[in-house]
């Protein structure tokens, strides 16, 4: 069975700094994608980013972008220049491709703290 | 505006009482989702619908029920065999076109024991 593990439950940064939150997974599939998802007070849950096991080249966007190490099934979230509306908590999942079933496997997520 | 509406955003259940939670989504989405999320835990699958009239079993679907009848509409009803339903609820689609696509979530309910 797939997993999905976040190591850190908690993290902070300074505003304006960078912060790497950790993830890896465990699966035996060589077609997947890898996303982190970010949940504000409000709980919504909204997509950051989002990374195709196929592809070499790691995600980014705008100021968030992954390093995508799939022998190591690792897949960290980098977030440059801090501000404090990043505070939330971050999901990390994952989702098998090729099939029909689409069904996200979550990690237990990383709370973030953006000091000013 | 497209978007998935859940609702209520708050509800209360008595003991031996089945209670159903709302979803509904315009995002011309096939595939619709049901999530629970408790304190310090990751979102977990309940159940989910590829299509109309089809559902299948997430990982923690006892104690709950679901239907499909219309491609829009997914409701959720957590019945009395649930003996712990206290958790935050989340609905989520996404599209038909490739497995890659995220999935969009709506906001949630927040069902508590009275």
């Known amino acids: 069975a797939q997993t999905v593990t976040q190591s850190q439950p908690e993290m902070s940064v300074q505003e304006a700094e960078t912060v790497t939150l950790s993830c890896t997974y465990d699966t035996s599939e060589s077609d997947y994608y890898l996303f982190w998802y970010k949940q504000p007070p409000s709980r919504q849950m909204i997509l950051v980013i989002r990374?195709?096991?196929?592809?070499?080249q790691n995600a980014t966007e705008n100021r968030f972008s992954v390093n995508f190490q799939k022998a190591a099934k690792s897949f960290s979230l980098k977030i440059s220049d801090s501000q404090l509306g990043d505070a939330a908590m971050y999901f990390c999942?994952?989702?098998?491709?090729?099939?029909?079933?689409?069904?996200?496997?979550f990690g237990k997520g990383t709370k973030l703290s953006v000091k000013p | 505006d497209g978007g998935i509406t859940q609702s209520p955003k708050y509800l209360f259940r008595k003991e031996g009482q089945n209670v159903t939670l709302s979803c509904e989504q315009n995002?011309?989405?096939?595939?619709m989702y049901w999530y629970r999320q408790d304190p310090g835990q990751g979102l977990r699958l309940i159940y989910y619908s590829q299509i109309v009239n089809d559902f299948q079993k997430g990982d923690i679907a006892e104690g709950y029920s679901v239907s499909r009848e219309k491609k829009e509409s997914f409701p959720l009803t957590v019945t009395s065999a649930q003996k712990n339903p206290t958790a935050f609820y989340l609905c989520a689609s996404s599209p038909p076109w490739g497995v890659g696509q995220p999935q969009h979530f709506g906001d949630g309910t927040r069902l508590s024991i009275l």
């Open positions: 990374q195709e096991a196929y592809k070499q």
């Open positions: 995002l011309n989405h096939d595939a």
């Open positions: 999942a994952y989702r098998v491709g090729g099939g029909s079933q689409g069904n996200l496997i």
